[in-house]
């Protein structure tokens, strides 16, 4: 409960019982006050109010008029003492004195009940401005921690993809010893083939078909295992840790790799491969296993955009020369997407894909290593008309010094 000092009107003034209503009248006026404290003889006798004046001549004595009787109270007193006040007197005002007895205010019964009523709605207020704050507090912890369990579920994918290169580049180097040796069988057998098919005296007539047939076959399993080791060794060679190590390269290296990992699986995709590799480019200043995971990376999303249209899809790369570097260039004709999406696209963990197939981490670590190239990337899309990433890397510091001379 609140005190009587937060609540009392202090707009009083004190006038003698002997002084006329018109002296009164003047008081109030000039003071600009409702309340009039009457005393006689130094003592307080009562109040009268500005609308108890009204209709008595001007002459007539105050203590002719309506006095209102008044009690007493502390204004250290609590409002509900002071209504008690109010009804034990039978009263309709208080007098507030201070602790050394001097009138501070007036209070009433109406007064003490706004006050209360007004605390009341305050309080009201803040409770529902509490209630309010309160729900969105807990709104953002629940999104809060729905991102933080998403993203649980991802760091956990994502370190299950580490294992799983971890695990390719162990495959990798267990294919390298068979296939070695599948390809020293099929050469020892080409060559046998090459010494007898010429010299041998053929009874039957079908036999020269059929070993020339042979040869083509070895001949065929010999380019195919070279095919598999230059693969094998790509999976090692980006499987392995790169390092922060750069050195001066030719961009279409990295491209070539990367194309060459995918070719296989874009060709079951339905997927054509349009190059357009500029040769003899300025070279740059680059991490050759890092740049191909950027194109490993550009050309599977490629490749899930057109698989989402569902029609014959087309990539392709490009590669030039740009003032001050490099560009390189890998638009296909998927889905597309929407300026709010791509607005978005290099954000970490950012994915339009179902989780089973993407993590939301692929462009966010390409656009950390183009950043760290000292590059740049962007992108143009429009929904159903496909995506086109623009990449442009700075020249090396040798290659800017044969420009320069």
Request: charge should be neutral; hydrophobic fraction near 40%; include cysteine.
């Amino acid at each position: 409960m609140i005190p009587i000092k937060k609540i009392m009107k202090k707009d009083f003034s004190r006038l003698s019982s002997s002084q006329s209503v018109g002296s009164a009248v003047k008081v109030m006026e000039k003071m600009d006050i409702d309340y009039l404290l009457i005393e006689e003889e130094g003592e307080i006798k009562g109040m009268v109010t500005s609308r108890e004046l009204v209709g008595y001549p001007s002459s007539r004595l105050i203590l002719d008029c309506v006095i209102q009787p008044i009690g007493i109270i502390s204004e250290e007193a609590l409002a509900d003492e002071a209504l008690k006040a109010l009804k034990q007197k039978a009263v309709t005002f208080l007098l507030v004195l201070s602790k050394d007895g001097k009138p501070v205010g007036v209070i009433n019964q109406e007064i003490i009940i706004n006050s209360l009523f007004q605390q009341l709605r305050k309080l009201n207020k803040e409770k529902d401005r509490y209630i309010t704050e309160r729900k969105q507090v807990e709104e953002e912890l629940r999104k809060t921690y729905q991102e933080l369990e998403e993203k649980h579920v991802q760091l956990l994918q994502a370190g299950k993809m580490a294992a799983m290169g971890e695990m390719a580049a162990g495959v990798a180097h267990e294919l390298t010893q068979p296939l070695l040796g599948i390809k020293g069988f099929a050469t020892a057998m080409l060559e046998d083939m090459k010494l007898y098919l010429p010299t041998e005296t053929l009874t039957v007539p079908d036999i020269p078909a059929w070993k020339e047939q042979i040869v083509k076959d070895l001949k065929v399993i010999l380019q195919q295992t070279d095919r598999m080791t230059t693969i094998v060794n790509n999976v090692r060679q980006f499987a392995r840790e790169s390092g922060t190590g750069m050195v001066l390269l030719d961009i279409n290296k990295p491209i070539g790799d990367a194309l060459m990992l995918f070719s296989e699986q874009l060709r079951l995709h339905n997927i054509k491969v349009k190059k357009n590799l500029v040769a003899g480019l300025p070279q740059v200043r680059g991490n050759a296993n890092q740049l191909q995971q950027v194109f490993i990376n550009l050309i599977t999303n490629a490749r899930d955009a057109m698989d989402a249209k569902g029609n014959k899809g087309q990539l392709m790369v490009s590669t030039g020369v740009c003032p001050g570097g490099i560009y390189v260039v890998v638009e296909d004709n998927g889905v597309g997407a929407d300026a709010e999406t791509t607005s978005k696209m290099f954000e970490p963990f950012f994915t339009t894909k179902t989780k089973s197939k993407s993590i939301g981490l692929g462009l966010s670590i390409v656009t950390g290593i183009i950043e760290e190239h000292q590059g740049t990337i962007n992108v143009r899309s429009e929904p159903g008309r496909g995506c086109k990433f623009t990449i442009t890397l700075p020249l090396g510091a040798e290659e800017e010094g044969d420009e320069n001379g």
